[in-house]
């Protein structure tokens, strides 16, 4: 079948050639030109034949925004617009019900899969009306892996990206503690080679998982890690599911502290540790560290920590 694709980035140009592998014709729009099939939103609607489909897989928020409501100008009642971004859940709500007083049908969908999807398949997670999703299904399975897993209908409009956005949390929690396992076997020194005892892990243990063959793929490439710095950004899910935690009253500790691991790899200092450091010497007269000594032990101040006996309240 025929789909008009907005967004060739990493995701949507991967996804493109997946479906053109599979004998789908896409048509591809992107702000590069070196990319895009075609120069304009208006210049793509032309190009499809009706019923279309159009699969937006551009940023979250603002550019999701103003690509929804340019297509909701050019398309005409029967199409469907895809949201394949990791759009919040709430968005889709809004979408959905712009485009429906134009009789426009709307689909969310989580994408899962990254640069591997291509390949692998991606695996999909769609909130919508079963017509509309009816009219993606093709789409769909070209993208989803081979086999029975890999593709939900999770339930209406924003159930999709409801539903990739807790697998999201799930995914920060998880990488979080394979990272805290790697850390202390890395610092306790007692096995000889961290990297082993991870590759060993790929087999048979209950930890095995595809992050699990990430992180030794990782280890392979620079075993210790040392050309990264250790700081990490968020996209946005990890944080909506928190606060959809609270919402609900749902605890949720692993992935709460998981999110805030990332908030504190982002610090060269932390503030809230001087307090703590502040009190502690304040009530028990503890040493505390001056803030010049990371520079070396020469900077000046570095010396101003009170003497060992200090530290005995
Ligand atoms: O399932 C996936 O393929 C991933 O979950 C992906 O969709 C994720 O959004 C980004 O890899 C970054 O997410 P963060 O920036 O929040 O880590």
Known sequence: MQLGLVGLGKMGGNMRERLRRAG???????????VADVHSLGELVDTLAEPRVVWVMVPAGAPTQATIDELGELLSPGDVVVDGGNSRWTDDIKHAEALAGKNI???DCGVSGGVWGRDNGYALMCGGDAADIAKVQPIFDALKPEGPAGFVHAGKVG??????????????ALMQ???????????????????????????????????????VRAMDD??????????????GEGRWTVEAAIDHAVPLPAITASLFARFASRQDDSPQMKMVAALRNQFGGHAVTAASTHKGADAPGADVTPPKEADAG
């Open 24 to 34: 789908h014709t896409v048509v591809g729009y992107d702000r590069n030109p070196d």
């Open 105 to 107: 049908g709307f689909v």
């Open 159 to 172: 159930a999709g990206h409801f539903a990739k956005m807790v697998h999201n949390g799930i995914e920060y």
């Open 177 to 215: 503690a394979y990272a805290e396992g790697w850390e202390l076997l890395e610092a306790a020194d007692v096995v000889t080679d961290v990297r082993e005892v991870f590759r060993s892990w790929q087999e048979g243990t209950v930890i095995r998982s595809w992050l699990l063959d990430l992180a």
């Open 222 to 235: 620079d075993e210790h890690l040392e050309g990264l710095r250790g700081y990490a950004e968020d996209s």
